[in-house]
Each structure stands twice: as C-alpha cells, then as structure tokens.
C-alpha cells in the first residue's frame, strides 16, 4: 500500500514536471531575445517574409493560444512540420529514437562492465598502485571532451589500426554492435569514470560494516564476501548516481552521434540547428527530456526492489 | 638536549621534536598534493594565456597557404600548421585565452545567481523556497547540454549566447548547495542574535549568513568550471561557440575533422589542450573537496 502511494506521488510529480518542460521549451521560443522567423529566414529577409512566417508558424497568435497548440500537438504526437525536410517532425524524430536508445543502453552495459571491474579492482587493493592506476586513467577520461575522445578512438583504432569501422551504422544487430562499438565505447568509459569513483568508495564503506565482518569471521571465502555481501549493498548509491548521470549520458549519445555519423537523435539535433529548423529541436529536447524524467522515475522506483529495507516516507 | 640540563635539576624525560615528514607539514598548511598539482598546473595555463604574444612566433590567424599541412616538429612549425598554413602552437596558445575566459564568465554569473537564490531560498523558505525548487526539478530534467543548445539555437552561435545559454541553467547546483547550508544555518545562535538585535532580512542574509555559507559552493566553482569549458568546446565543436576565424580548442578540433586522414594533428592536439586545462582545475575542486 506504502509503495502504491509513492508510485502515486512520483508520478503526480511526474505529470508536474513534465507540464513544466513544456513550459521551459514553450517560453524558450516566446521569451527569449531573438524571433525565430528573422532567425529562420537570415539576413535578406524582407518585413513581408517576415510576416508570412510568422502566419505559417502561428506566431502571431496569443501567447495561450499558441501554447495550447503546442501542448495539444504534442499530446496527439503531432509535434509540427519540419521547416528543412518538409515532413511531420514526430516521423522524423521518432524513426531515430530506437537508434539513439540503443546506443546509450549499448555504452550503459559497456559502462556496468566497467565500473564492476574496475571499482572492484580499486577498492580491493585500496591505496595500492593498481588503485593509484585506475583513477588517474579515469580522471583523464572524465575530463576528456568526448567529442575528442571520439576522434582519438578513430584516430587510433580506425584510422591507423584497421580495428573497426571511421563511421556509420551498418545495416543488420551484429553490424549494428560492430559499427558502434566505438561511439559505446567513448561514451561508456566516461559513463564507468564517475560510477567507479562512487563504487570504490562505497565499497570500503560497506567493507567496515559489521555483517561484512561477521562474514569473514564465519570462514567465507574472500570472493564471496566481496560478491554476495558487499557489493549488493554497494551498489544502491551507484544505481542512484546512475540516475543522475543519465541526462549527461543522454547529451554524450547526441554529440557522439556526430562524430561517427551515426544516423540517431543527435545528428538530427545538429542538422537541424545548422538549417535553423526549431521545430525539430524543440521536439528532440522534448524527447530527451521524457527519456530522462522515465528513466529517473524507474531508478526511484528500484530501490523496493534492490533492497526490500527501503520503505517511502 | 641533554646539556641543556643543570647539574641538579629533576631528570625529565626530554621532549624530542617530532620530525615532520612531509606530507604532514603539506596537512598543517591546508594544502595536499592533488591542490598543489592543480595550482601549479593552473598557474601556467594562465601564464601561457597572458604570455601568449613571446610564446607565438606567428599571428594566430595569418594564413600561408604555402605552408600548409606541415606535420608537427617542422622546422619553423612547432606543431604544424593546418589547411590554411596557419601556425597550430600560436592557435593553441592564444585559444588558452578565450577558453580560460569561457571558464570563468560561465561559471561567475550562475555563481553569484545561484547563490543568492540559494540563501534566499534557503532563508526564507515557504511559498518561494517551493516555486524555486519545483523549477530546479524542471530544469533538472533536461540534460544540461541539450537544453543549452536549444537555448542557443534560438539565440543563434556566439560567445556572449554561449553565456547567456549556459547561465540560465548553470546556476541550479550553486543555488542546491547553498540552499543546502543556509537551511542549516539558519537557526544558528549568531543569525538568531542578529534577529533579535533587530538587523532587516537582507542585512541577515548577505551580512551573517552568506559568510558562512559561501564555501561549499566556491569548492563547487573548479568542477563547474570544468563542465563549463567542455559545454564551451563541445558547443564551438558543433558551430554554436565563437565564429571562425577565432582560435578556439573546440571549433579547432571541428576544423580539422575533415582532414582526419592527411592531419591527425589538427584535432589531435587542441584536445590535449582542452585536457591540462580540464585536469588543472579537477585536481583543485578535489584538492579543496579533500580538505574540508
């Protein structure tokens, strides 16, 4: 009953936020300096062309009016016309959708893998060379552009090594792995670089806890200890940092997506901003936005389930 | 030490100094490695950006088109010249400029936005501590990077839309942090003695409490710091920064992105540029997060 009254609330605030992203994206094109249309047309624009736009666009109805039309659009999954292609934006933007998820589920497994191995490997020898190793290499990758990151993988494996694919996408699921194991690869060693801090430490935490040493004390083996006691507590703040981290996963899909021509959300996204097409931005940030509010939503809706102690105050 | 004893005196057991080794005397002056590797690192990034002109032996945006593509270690070319001749070591160094200056105005804004928000929020409470911290979950919902360039498509590219873009979202973690402290501080002994004697809300906030409350966030500044010079080259990267010809790392690596076959060193060494600065300034938001 406790957590059906939670689920409840956290998707109250849910449809909350949700209204308020629309909002934000609304007054993104209402409020700021600058008009779209001027923006859209460039520099020889005419005071006429100017004005037809503003029709074609609906920009010169009431301000309710128009955000009435847009929450509606969106609701109905009519998301508007893009300006450059000419086609409904939700067919445009939706197509892309699975590809961009993929991707990021893709560096997110990539990134588990990671951040097990190496989190592990640092807190068990906690203070030692190997520890000293791996956060250095990670502090690097953490501070990497991942754009750049992105074209040292080329550069390296593509490029001089002959190891995968510059770019691209392939066309049946072990060419799709193939082609973006690169782009996953970037984006899932910058995801492990801030887990595998949070592992590390809370895995010495959870080492000091007196189950843990009652575990030891009864005679289990050492690896057993690690797998079966500490890291399933461990785990819960990671999981959580996750959550957090997701919306810069998200963001490095999108830009990572330009540097290896992969056809997703973000090489749309980038597109569309050179060709001043905002109706496809709004949308794609839309999008993006959902991804992140449902996947935050799922993370807090885990815990129940990776520990049966949490109760929902 | 034992000389030092008159004949006579009670025999005490002598206190030898305690040798201090050195990472104990780096503790007692509030330093640790990671800081001081970070300082110094930082130093002569700046260093490089003020000396820019004695470092460079060419303009950064004279073009030579007989000179092109020179690969790195060439004579007169440090670290080679790109497609349009240009000297690659006097665009890194004079980009140090507009990168550290990228740094540091997208990070002030949001810091003092974000702060006042924070101890507003934080001190008062109520209705507008509720309307501030249901915007910060909207804004929060959006990744940052996302919004930023919707924010900037509709601004159009530039550097003074790149702050704007990364202001209006920046200043949420300062705003938390602060928040944070304030909630706490608030019933403290010396804000209720300043109640008590009278002083007005604001007098309280920005005299009493904003003292005791800002360093949580100036240890936050190096980390945004950093997130706001790979949002800065990630945004030049992708056209939306400052406009060519305009030596910047981010719009350096784009450039040379075309000619990944014939001249890795076009969007190879910007980045290892983007990379000290970046780790200059992640060592000191450590170094300061350690010590507290």
């Known amino acids: ?313 | 030490m034992s000389e030092n004893i008159l004949p006579g005196s009670i025999a005490r057991p002598v206190a030898t100094p305690i040798q201090l080794t050195f990472s104990m005397r780096l503790q007692k002056s509030g330093l640790n490695l990671t800081l001081i590797i970070g300082l110094v690192m930082l130093t002569l990034v700046i260093l490089v950006a003020i000396a820019a002109p004695l470092l460079t032996p060419y303009d950064p945006i004279a073009q030579d088109l007989g000179a092109s593509f020179m690969p790195p270690l060439s004579p007169d070319h440090l670290l080679g010249t790109d497609n349009f001749g240009r000297d690659v070591w006097s665009r890194i160094v004079y980009s140090t400029r507009l990168d550290l200056q990228i740094g540091f105005v997208s990070v002030l804004f949001p810091f003092i936005v974000g702060g006042l928000i924070g101890i507003a929020t934080g001190y008062m409470g109520g209705r507008l501590d509720s309307v501030f911290m249901r915007l910060v979950d909207v804004l929060m919902a959006f990744p940052f990077l996302v919004l930023v360039v919707a924010i900037m498509s509709i601004l159009g590219p530039g550097l003074v839309n790149l702050y704007i873009a990364v202001g209006i979202v920046g200043w949420i973690p300062y705003a938390r942090i602060t928040r944070a402290e304030t909630f706490a501080a608030r019933n403290l002994e010396y804000v209720q003695a300043a109640r008590t004697i009278g002083c007005t809300t604001p007098r309280i906030m920005l005299r009493h409490v904003m003292p005791n409350v800002i360093v949580p966030g100036t240890v936050y500044v190096f980390t945004g710091m950093v997130l706001a010079i790979l949002t800065g080259a990630t945004l030049s990267f992708l056209g939306l920064g400052p406009q060519p010809p305009t030596p910047e790392w981010g719009a350096m690596i784009a450039a040379g992105r075309q000619f990944l076959l014939q001249a890795w060193w076009l969007t190879a060494l910007p980045g290892f540029a983007i990379l000290i600065l970046g780790v200059a300034l992640s060592l000191i938001g450590d170094g300061l997060a350690d010590r507290r």
């Open chain 1, 1 to 313: 009953m406790r957590r059906a009254a939670y689920v409840r609330n956290r998707l109250l605030l849910m449809v909350f936020v949700l209204f308020g992203v629309t909002i934000v994206i609304f007054g993104m094109v209402h409020f700021l300096p600058g008009d779209p249309a001027a923006v859209l047309l460039g520099d020889r624009a005419t005071a006429q062309n100017i004005a037809d736009l503003h029709e074609q666009l609906g920009l010169n109805r009431s301000m309710p009016e128009q955000y009435w039309m847009f929450v509606s659009g969106l609701v109905q999954g009519q998301m508007g016309t893009s300006l450059a292609f000419r086609q409904p934006v939700n067919q445009l933007v939706l197509s892309r959708v699975p590809i961009s998820i993929g991707l990021a589920v893709y560096a997110m497994v990539l990134a588990a893998i990671f951040t097990l191995v190496f989190g592990l490997l640092a807190a068990a020898n906690k203070g030692g060379w190997i520890d000293q190793v791996i956060r250095v290499v990670f502090l690097l990758i953490l501070t990497t552009p991942s754009f750049w990151f992105g074209i040292l993988l080329i550069l390296t494996f593509s490029l001089a090594l002959h190891w995968f694919p510059v770019a691209g996408f392939g066309t049946t699921l072990p060419e799709h792995l193939w082609y973006l194991f690169l782009p996953a690869l970037a984006l899932g060693l910058q995801l492990a670089a801030v887990l595998i801090r949070n592992l590390r430490s809370s895995v010495i935490l959870t080492m000091r806890s007196d189950y843990v040493r009652t575990a030891h004390a009864k005679g289990l083996p050492e690896r057993m200890v690690l797998m079966k006691h500490v890291l399933r507590n461990a785990l819960m703040s990671t999981v959580t940092i996750f959550g957090l981290q997701f919306g810069y996963l998200i963001a490095g899909t999108l830009v990572i997506e330009t540097v290896f021509a992969v056809p997703g959300l973000g090489q749309l996204l980038f597109t569309s901003i050179t060709s001043r097409d905002y109706p496809v931005v709004q949308s794609i940030t839309v999008v993006a936005a959902v991804m992140v509010i449902v996947v935050n939503l799922l993370v807090d809706l885990s815990y129940s389930f990776l520990d049966p102690r949490v109760t929902y105050e």
